[in-house]
C-alpha cells in the first residue's frame, strides 16, 4: 500500500488512544463492531447528502472515526495481549462490510451510475479477497499493490472535503463527475490494477516455491 511509508507517525498519533483503550479495558472486538457502526452511518449520510452538505460532511466524519477504530483495533489488540486468528478474521470481514457500505453510499446517492459502483464494488472486494487467498494457498498474506483500505478511506476522505468546498461537477469533453464521483472511479481502476498485482505477485512466487517445482 502507499500509505506503508507513513505508518512510524500514524503509530505515534493512535498509540495514545490505544494506551487509553487499554487502561479502560476495551474490547479490540467492540472498536471493531463500532467501526462498523460508522460506516453504517457514512453510506447512510452518502446516500442523502449530494444537496446537503451537513449531511455531507456528517458522512466525512463517520468516515474519519470508521478508519480510525479499524487503524487501532489491532494495535489495541496486541497491546492487550488477546490478538487472535478469529479477532484477525473479524476484522477483515467487518473492514469488507465497511467498504460496501461506505462506496454504496456513494454511488446509490447519485455521485456516479450504479453502473460504475458496481465496477468499483468487484474491484475493491477482488483486490482484498486475493490479499487473504495468497494465504490460503501458503504464501502468506499479500498487502502490497497500489490500492489498499487505507488509500481508499484516504481518497475518500479528501474528495470528500473538496466535494463539501466545490459540489460542481468537474471535467471536459462532456464526461464529468463531481469530486466524489472521480474519487470513485480511480479507486475502481486503482483497485482491478492491484488485482492484477496480487494474482501475479501470487502466481510468481507459486511458481518459484520449490514445493511448485
Same mark, same amino acid.
Request: hydrophobic content about 50%; glycine content about 10%.
Given at each position: *500500500? #502507499?500509505?506503508?511509508?507513513?505508518? $512510524?507517525? !500514524?503509530?505515534?498519533? #493512535?498509540?495514545? =488512544?490505544?494506551?487509553?483503550?487499554?487502561?479502560?479495558?476495551?474490547?479490540?472486538?467492540?472498536?471493531?463492531?463500532?467501526?462498523?457502526?460508522?460506516?453504517?452511518?457514512? @453510506?447512510?449520510?452518502?446516500?442523502?447528502?449530494? %444537496?446537503?452538505?451537513?449531511?455531507? !460532511?456528517?458522512?466525512?466524519?463517520?468516515?474519519?472515526?470508521?478508519?480510525?477504530?479499524?487503524?487501532?483495533?489491532?494495535?489495541?489488540?496486541?497491546?492487550?495481549?488477546?490478538?487472535?486468528?478469529?479477532?484477525?478474521?473479524?476484522?477483515?470481514?467487518?473492514?469488507?462490510?465497511?467498504?460496501? =457500505?461506505?462506496?454504496?453510499?456513494?454511488?446509490?446517492?447519485?455521485?456516479?451510475?450504479?453502473?460504475?459502483?458496481?465496477?468499483?464494488?468487484?474491484?475493491?472486494?477482488?483486490?482484498?479477497?486475493?490479499? %487473504?487467498?495468497?494465504?490460503?494457498?501458503?504464501? @502468506?498474506?499479500?498487502?502490497? @499493490?497500489? *490500492?489498499?483500505?487505507?488509500?481508499? *478511506?484516504?481518497?475518500? *476522505?479528501?474528495? #470528500?472535503?473538496?466535494?463539501?468546498?466545490? $459540489?460542481?461537477?468537474? @471535467?471536459?469533453?462532456?464526461?464529468?463527475?463531481?469530486?466524489?464521483?472521480?474519487?470513485?472511479?480511480?479507486?475502481?481502476?486503482?483497485?482491478?490494477? #492491484?488485482?492484477?498485482?496480487?494474482?501475479?505477485? %501470487?502466481?510468481?512466487?507459486?511458481?518459484?516455491? $520449490?514445493?511448485?517445482?
Amino acid at each position: *500500500m #502507499t500509505l506503508d511509508s507513513l505508518r $512510524p507517525i !500514524l503509530v505515534m498519533v #493512535t498509540d495514545p =488512544f490505544v494506551n487509553v483503550f487499554n487502561d479502560h479495558k476495551v474490547s479490540p472486538n467492540t472498536l471493531s463492531l463500532l467501526s462498523l457502526v460508522f460506516a453504517l452511518f457514512a @453510506g447512510i449520510s452518502y446516500y442523502f447528502s449530494v %444537496t446537503n452538505i451537513v449531511i455531507l !460532511l456528517a458522512a466525512l466524519v463517520f468516515v474519519l472515526l470508521n478508519s480510525f477504530l479499524d487503524g487501532i483495533d489491532g494495535a489495541l489488540a496486541r497491546r492487550m495481549g488477546c490478538a487472535s486468528k478469529y479477532g484477525d478474521f473479524l476484522d477483515h470481514v467487518i473492514d469488507r462490510y465497511a467498504d460496501v =457500505f461506505i462506496i454504496s453510499g456513494i454511488f446509490f446517492g447519485g455521485y456516479v451510475s450504479e453502473g460504475i459502483g458496481a465496477i468499483v464494488i468487484i474491484g475493491v472486494l477482488l483486490a482484498s479477497y486475493l490479499g %487473504t487467498q495468497a494465504q490460503a494457498v501458503g504464501i @502468506g498474506r499479500v498487502y502490497g @499493490g497500489l *490500492m489498499g483500505r487505507a488509500d481508499r *478511506m484516504v481518497i475518500i *476522505m479528501l474528495a #470528500t472535503c473538496i466535494q463539501i468546498a466545490y $459540489p460542481l461537477q468537474i @471535467g471536459a469533453g462532456g464526461i464529468s463527475y463531481s469530486a466524489l464521483g472521480w474519487a470513485l472511479i480511480v479507486i475502481g481502476i486503482a483497485s482491478h490494477f #492491484t488485482a492484477i498485482q496480487r494474482i501475479w505477485y %501470487t502466481g510468481r512466487s507459486l511458481n518459484e516455491s $520449490p514445493k511448485n517445482k
